[in-house]
């Protein structure tokens, strides 16, 4: 998800790492490498369901056919030198029908994912499950408007007991908070002392500059990150909203019971974290509007560019600019506000234009991505040297998919995928940057 996301050719692809991170303190790639890393940390990359398995003027009737070729793409994962494959289970998949439990179980979606989960296994990678990956099943939003209504909490408790029964998983604004709550307590209480599993959230956020050094940016700053990343995190880790959200939303921010905030408040043995990008931010005064919304409540500016110069290097997705030390801040920022949480980061990467004129040869070379990953692993180990308690990451993604805002329009994959030639594989420059960096010495 990215949303507002022979012998010849390696010994080319290890001289451009060379270049590239040369520009870097003149690291070169046998001092930068997995071993810089500490022992057991774990390099991954991820998928989603309906990105990779179900063409902005497409439709993701066929993406990249996981489906049908999932074996093929394990072995490339593990030709990379991966440890371990982020999927995602789609609850319509598992359950088609509003007729949910018991009954309505799809024996097809179960068999699939259980083959999915195997395969990974055999060919000695970890699987890392996300149950929940943004889109809920149509006959809920029909039937009472999915997340809107407090009727999904029951409903995603039952699919999440479902997923515990069948699966070893990991989990992915109020009744979502409720339903993470519920789903959590269920997991703690009926499968973790048997399943010897873990379980946390992924939380969505940019990191946020301030666009000038005046206290008033510097605040709002902090209030974008709040009523972005905090809106979750804060429940989460601290039993209850931002104060500040209390204070500019007021009444129309929904309130937890004592009992809700106590069940939510540490549920999680984990925190995951998806970075791609930073804003400039500032303050703009409160409207008075009669039209509330969050936009306005937030009381904030945002922006790509301070006096015409861009945060970092563009990319071909508008909101994506280049700026890896955010990361390194964002990482820092997470572990002083929210008790050093064990944290794994699964997603970051950056999207290549889908030309199709160009020539299969010329589009497999990637070397901007090589420089964004490097750059934010960079930024990344820093922040482990500061004691964030990182334990591993998944770069988004793994092979070409279908974006939610962007379709078939741009290529955020390791794996190059051949949308007019029967889907066929092919990996790309970063592919074999990442293979000799992950290498076992």
């Not at 990779?52 to 030198?81: M, Q």
């Not at 982020?86 to 509003?98: F, V």
């Not at 599993?197 to 709002?220: C, D, F, H, M």
Request: aromatic share 16%; net charge positive; charged share 20%.
């Amino acid at each position: 998800m990215a949303i507002f996301e022979g012998g010849r050719l390696v010994l080319l692809l290890v001289a451009v790492a060379g270049f590239f991170v040369s520009t870097q303190g003149g690291l070169t790639p046998s001092k930068f490498n997995r071993t810089s890393f500490p022992e057991g940390f774990i390099f991954g990359a991820g998928t989603a369901a309906y990105q990779g398995n179900s063409w902005r003027c497409s439709n993701a009737d066929v993406t990249s056919d996981f489906y049908h070729r999932y074996k093929a793409d394990i072995k490339l994962f593990k030709e990379i030198g991966l440890d371990s494959f982020r999927m995602s289970l789609s609850w319509s998949r598992l359950l088609p029908s509003k007729n949910f439990i018991p009954g309505g179980v799809n024996p097809l979606g179960v068999k699939f994912y259980n083959n999915v989960i195997n395969e990974v296994l055999a060919n000695g990678i970890k699987p890392f499950v996300t149950i929940f990956h943004l889109y809920p099943p149509q006959a809920l939003e029909d039937e009472y408007g999915g997340f809107l209504s407090p009727k999904i909490v029951d409903d995603f408790r039952d699919y999440a007991d479902l997923c515990f029964k069948t699966f070893e998983p990991y989990i992915v604004s109020h009744h979502l908070l409720l339903s993470h709550a519920a789903t959590v307590n269920l997991y703690k209480q009926k499968y973790q002392a048997t399943q010897k599993g873990e379980i946390g959230i992924t939380l969505v956020s940019n990191w946020y500059v301030p666009k000038n050094q005046t206290a008033e940016s510097r605040t709002a700053a902090v209030r974008a990150f709040d009523f972005q990343f905090g809106w979750y995190a804060d429940p989460i880790i601290h039993g209850d909203y931002p104060p500040i959200m209390r204070s500019l939303v007021g009444k129309r921010l929904p309130k937890f019971s004592a009992a809700q905030s106590k069940q939510i408040k540490g549920s999680l043995d984990f925190l995951a974290v998806n970075y791609y990008t930073a804003n400039y931010i500032g303050h703009t005064p409160s409207s008075n509007s009669v039209n509330l919304s969050y936009t306005t409540d937030r009381q904030i500016t945002i922006s790509t560019d301070k006096e015409g110069t861009p945060i970092g290097t563009p990319t071909e997705m508008s909101w994506l600019y280049i700026y890896p030390k955010g990361f390194r801040d964002y990482l820092l920022y997470i572990k002083q506000k929210y008790n050093n949480p064990v944290l794994y980061v699964t997603e970051n990467g950056m999207a290549y234009a889908n030309n199709a004129s160009l020539p299969l040869k010329e589009a497999l070379k990637d070397t901007l991505r090589i420089t964004y990953h490097r750059d934010h692993l960079l930024y990344l180990l820093e922040a482990i040297k500061e004691d964030a308690k990182v334990k591993g990451y998944y770069m988004w993604n793994l092979a070409d998919d279908f974006e939610w805002d962007a379709g078939f329009t741009v290529r955020f994959g390791l794996i190059y995928i051949d949308f007019k030639n029967n889907l066929k594989r092919h990996l790309k420059y970063s592919a074999y940057w990442f293979k000799a960096f992950l290498l076992k010495n």
